[in-house]
C-alpha cells in the first residue's frame, strides 16, 4: 500500500509540473469601443416605415433609411432600455430577417459580441445612407409573450420597431415615421400627422426620443372623447375594444375621467405636455400593460369597463395613475434613471419617488374624481396595508434594494413572493407617502400637506415637457419647504432600514387602523373574481388559483409550516372533493377548539399526500376601521378639490 501511495504522489507532482509549464488562459481583447453618445444634431433625417397590415400572422414588416456622413465603420442600435420599464428588456429576440443595403448592394453587418443590441456595418465610399428592412415578429401566443396584435387590434410600439445611430443623445436624431393600418382601422398616438395617404399615414418629424415616448393604439372599433373641451391642452380618451358594444358608455362614466383631469390639474397647479392621449384597450386579447408617456399612456381594461362600471371598480386606479407618471416619472425624473440614449443603462435608485408616490396619487385621484368611491378606495389601502405587514422579506431585505428588481428579476414568477419581495417600491411606497401626507396635516393643524409638495416639486414650468433631473436631497427640501422636519431620517428609515412591520402610521394617523374580519369586503371579493383566485392568505397562508392549485405560499404562515408550496393542487378538503366553499367552510369550523383542524388532500407531480395545517383563527380578511375621536385626516385626504 505504501508503495502504491508513494507512486500517485509521485504521478500528481509530475502532473502539476506539467500544467505549470502550459501557458494559461488569457482574457480575449476587449472589442472596440463603441462611439459615445454626444449631445449635438445628427447629421440627416431618419425615416422608418412600418406596415402593420399582417393581422394573420402579426407581422409588422418594416424598411428604414439611416443617413451617413462618411465612409468607414459604422454603428446603429436597437433599443434596449425600456422607459417606463426601468429594465433593458426591449424584445431584440422578435427583431428578425435584417437586410442592410446601400446603392441597391447588400452589405454584411456583424453584432457586437458584447453590447449585443449594437450593430456594425462598413459604410463604402460615395454612400450617403443605409436602407434597412427587417420584421418585427409579434407574439402569436400569449406563452411567447405580450401579444400586441389581434384580428381587431394593434398596440405599435416605437421603441420595437426601429434602429437608431450611434454617437448621439436620441433626442437630437430627427426621424419621420410612417405607419400603413389595415382597412377601416382608426388610431390615436401622441404624434402629430402630416399627411395620410390611403391607409399610410406620415407623422410629423420628431426627436428618436419622442417618437419611442409615443406609442399608438389602432382598431376597427374605436371611438375617442374630448375629457378637457375648454382647457389649456387638448386630453382625448381614446379607445379601441374587442366589440362595438363594448365603447358604448353612460355620461357619468365620461364625467368621472373628465374629473380625473380636473382633480390633476387641482393637485399639480400645471401641465407638462401640450396634448395628452390615454391610449386605451377595452380587451382581453391584446396583452395587459399599463404604461407612462409623456403625453400619453397605454392601458389595457377588461372589456367591460363600461359595461361592468359597478361591479368591476377593482383596477381603476390604473388611468390615473399612469396620467400622474406625466408630472411624475417623465416630468420629474430621478437623475440617475434619465440616460442620454435608450442603449445606457438606467439606475433605478428613486422608484419610492417615481413609482411609490405615483401608486399614492393614482389611488387618492382615483377616489377625488369618483372613478372609485370613498369606500372602495378605504378598501383598497386595506388590501395594500395587509399585504405589505405581511411581507416576511421585509425582515431581510429594504425598500430601497427592491428598486433593483426591475433588472434583476424583470417581473419573473416568483416561488417565494412574500419572502424574496418584488417591486415592493410601488405600494410600500405609497404606505410611506401616506404616513408624510399625514404628518404633514398633522404638524400644520390641516394648513397643509402632501398637496403642497406636490405643487411645489411636480408643478414647476408649467406647459414645458423637458425631463427636469433631481436627487434625494431635492425631494427632503421640498419636504422641508412646506413643514421644517427631519425628513432624512424619516425617509432612509422607512426606505432604507428595515422593520419588521409596514409603516402603518399614516393609517393611525389618518384615523384608521388596520383590522381583519372574517367577512371580506366587496373591494376584496371583487379582486378575487378579477384574479380567479380564492385568498386565504391571512389566515392558513396561501392563495388557491382554478382547479385547486396553489398559486401563492405565505413564508412562514401555516401553511408554509405544513409544507406546501405553489404549484401543488388541492384535491380535497377534511375528506370531500375541493371547492371554494368547502374550504371556507372548513377554515370557519376550524375556529372552535373541538372542530378538526384543516386537512388537505395534496396533489404534488405525481404523488399525493394528506397536509394538516395548524389554524385556528378562522377566515381573515382586511379592512380599515376607524379610530373614534380621533381627526378623519384619511376622509380629507381623499375627497375631491373644490
Do not use: C
Not at 429576440?93 to 457586437?112: F, I
Request: glycine content about 8%; cysteine-free; proline content about 6%.
Amino acid at each position: 500500500m505504501r508503495s502504491l501511495l508513494f507512486s500517485v504522489s509521485v504521478l500528481t507532482l509530475a502532473a502539476t509540473a506539467a500544467l505549470a509549464e502550459q501557458p494559461l488562459p488569457q482574457p480575449a481583447p476587449p472589442s472596440p469601443a463603441i462611439q459615445a453618445a454626444r449631445d449635438v444634431p445628427y447629421p440627416g433625417t431618419l425615416k422608418l416605415s412600418v406596415d402593420a397590415t399582417d393581422l394573420a400572422r402579426r407581422i409588422f414588416d418594416i424598411r428604414q433609411t439611416i443617413p451617413v456622413a462618411k465612409p468607414g465603420k459604422f454603428t446603429f442600435y436597437y433599443p434596449q432600455w425600456v422607459p417606463g420599464g426601468h429594465s433593458p428588456r426591449n424584445d431584440i429576440d422578435k427583431m428578425a430577417g435584417l437586410v442592410v443595403t446601400a446603392g441597391g448592394k447588400r452589405l454584411a453587418w456583424t453584432r457586437d459580441p458584447v453590447e449585443v443590441f449594437a450593430f456594425h456595418v462598413d459604410v463604402p465610399v460615395g454612400v450617403t445612407e443605409l436602407n434597412l428592412s427587417y420584421q418585427f415578429l409579434s407574439p402569436v401566443e400569449a406563452r411567447v409573450g405580450r401579444q400586441v396584435m389581434t384580428p381587431d387590434m394593434l398596440n405599435l410600439q416605437w421603441l420595437q420597431m426601429g434602429f437608431y445611430p450611434a454617437g448621439y443623445f436620441t433626442r437630437q436624431i430627427p426621424i419621420e415615421a410612417s405607419v400603413k393600418l389595415p382597412e377601416g382601422f382608426q388610431f390615436a398616438t401622441a404624434l402629430e400627422t402630416a399627411r395620410t395617404e390611403g391607409q399610410t399615414t406620415t407623422f410629423k418629424v420628431v426627436p428618436f426620443e419622442t417618437l419611442v415616448d409615443s406609442p399608438m393604439f389602432a382598431g376597427r372599433y374605436f371611438k375617442s372623447v374630448d375629457l378637457d373641451p375648454e382647457g389649456p391642452a387638448r386630453v382625448r380618451l381614446n379607445m379601441v375594444a374587442d366589440r362595438p358594444e363594448q365603447l358604448e358608455f353612460k355620461p357619468e362614466h365620461i364625467h368621472a375621467h373628465k374629473d380625473l383631469v380636473q382633480q390633476a390639474y387641482k393637485l399639480y397647479g400645471s401641465r407638462h405636455y401640450d396634448h395628452y392621449d390615454f391610449l386605451v384597450a377595452l380587451s382581453d386579447q391584446l396583452g395587459g400593460i399599463g404604461l407612462e408617456h409623456h403625453r400619453s399612456s397605454e392601458n389595457n381594461v377588461g372589456p367591460k369597463y363600461f359595461q361592468d362600471w359597478d361591479k368591476g371598480f377593482v383596477g381603476r386606479e390604473l388611468l390615473p395613475h399612469e396620467f400622474t407618471h406625466s408630472w411624475n416619472g417623465k416630468f420629474r425624473r430621478g437623475a440617475d434613471l434619465w440616460t442620454p440614449t435608450l442603449n445606457t443603462p438606467m439606475r433605478d435608485s428613486l422608484m419610492w419617488v417615481y413609482e411609490g408616490q405615483t401608486q399614492y396619487w393614482g389611488n387618492v385621484l382615483s377616489s377625488r374624481s369618483n372613478l372609485l368611491t370613498k369606500q372602495q378606495s378605504l378598501d383598497s389601502l386595506a388590501m395594500t396595508a395587509a399585504t405589505f405587514d405581511n411581507r416576511r422579506g421585509r425582515d431581510w431585505r429594504s425598500v430601497a434594494d427592491t428598486t433593483n428588481d426591475p433588472i434583476i428579476a424583470n417581473r419573473k414568477p416568483l416561488s417565494w413572493l412574500s419572502y424574496q419581495r418584488s417591486e415592493d417600491y410601488y405600494s410600500e411606497g405609497l404606505l410611506v407617502w401616506l404616513d408624510a401626507d399625514t404628518l404633514i396635516r398633522e404638524k400644520t393643524g390641516g394648513k397643509k400637506s402632501l398637496d403642497d409638495f406636490a405643487k411645489a416639486f411636480f408643478g414647476v414650468d408649467d406647459g414645458s415637457w423637458v425631463p427636469r433631473t433631481y436627487v434625494f436631497e431635492d425631494v427632503v427640501k421640498t419636504l422641508n419647504d412646506v413643514v421644517p422636519y427631519d425628513w432624512s431620517g424619516f425617509l432612509k428609515t422607512r426606505i432604507e432600514g428595515l422593520s419588521e412591520r409596514a409603516p402603518l402610521d399614516g393609517l393611525t394617523r389618518g384615523g384608521y387602523k388596520l383590522v381583519y374580519t372574517d367577512t371580506p369586503t366587496d373591494y376584496f371579493k371583487t379582486s378575487e373574481t378579477r384574479g380567479k383566485s380564492v385568498n386565504h392568505a391571512y389566515s392558513l397562508g396561501l392563495t388557491i388559483g382554478a382547479a385547486g392549485l396553489l398559486t401563492g405560499v405565505q413564508w412562514d404562515g401555516p401553511a408554509f409550516k405544513a409544507g406546501l408550496t405553489q404549484g401543488q393542487t388541492i384535491v380535497a378538503v377534511n375528506g370531500e372533493t375541493y371547492d371554494a366553499d368547502k374550504l371556507k367552510e372548513v377554515i370557519k369550523a376550524a375556529a372552535r377548539p373541538e372542530a378538526p383542524l384543516v386537512e388537505l388532500l395534496i396533489k404534488d407531480g405525481d404523488r399525493y399526500r394528506m397536509v394538516k395545517i395548524d389554524w385556528r383563527g378562522g377566515l381573515r380578511y382586511p379592512r380599515l376601521e376607524r379610530i373614534a375621536g380621533t381627526p378623519a385626516r384619511l376622509d380629507d385626504i381623499l375627497a375631491a378639490r373644490k
